[in-house]
């Protein structure tokens, strides 16, 4: 008897097969991991997320510049707070990342929250030309989204400019 295929002794086999785990709606699991950037929503909804915004300058780039000067007071201010009270609570943070060009910072429970809000609060105003405020993540507007579907064979250039007007009337779209 000539031997059989792959597919038909698949049947044969007495136990089953190993099978891949499932979530609670019955998907199938990802076999592997992937590391997927994180939105700004994401960051947001987690309720020690700060963000720090630079009061003089909307587009952040200062306080890029600044970052590790501003990171290594935070260091000390917490550094200080422990040599105070060794026996007390001591703050400390998740991370600290960019996100859509804002600077998020994770705090790990509601002592470090404030204890952050008061060393940016006492450091604020040590650069010139940057004065940095603490906000919480939630307190930042998100970017307008607009969707539009344009018709093939469009050829006036004003009527395919009214289309995103006349479907997103909340989005600002003159110049």
Excluded at 141 to 151: C, E, G, Q, S, T
């Amino acid at each position: 008897q000539p031997p059989k295929e792959k597919r038909d002794r698949l049947h044969d086999v007495g136990e089953s097969a190993p099978k891949r785990g499932r979530d609670a709606n019955g998907k199938a699991k990802a076999t592997f991991f992937v590391k997927q950037t994180k939105k700004f929503s994401d960051v947001a909804r987690y309720s020690l997320a700060m963000d720090l915004v630079d009061e003089l300058n909307d587009d952040g780039r200062l306080l890029a510049e600044k970052w590790d000067e501003i990171e290594g007071k935070v260091a000390d201010m917490v550094g200080g707070r422990h040599d105070e009270m060794p026996e007390g609570p001591s703050p400390s943070f998740d991370s600290s990342e960019t996100v859509r060009g804002l600077r998020v910072i994770r705090c790990d429970d509601g002592f470090s929250r404030s204890f952050l809000e008061e060393s940016v609060a006492t450091i604020s105003n040590k650069w010139n030309g940057l004065r940095i405020r603490l906000v919480h993540a939630r307190e930042i507007l998100r970017r307008p989204k607009a969707r539009i579907w344009l018709p093939k064979g469009q050829s006036d250039h004003k009527r395919v400019l009214q289309c995103p007007r006349a479907q997103n009337p909340d989005v600002h779209t003159e110049d």
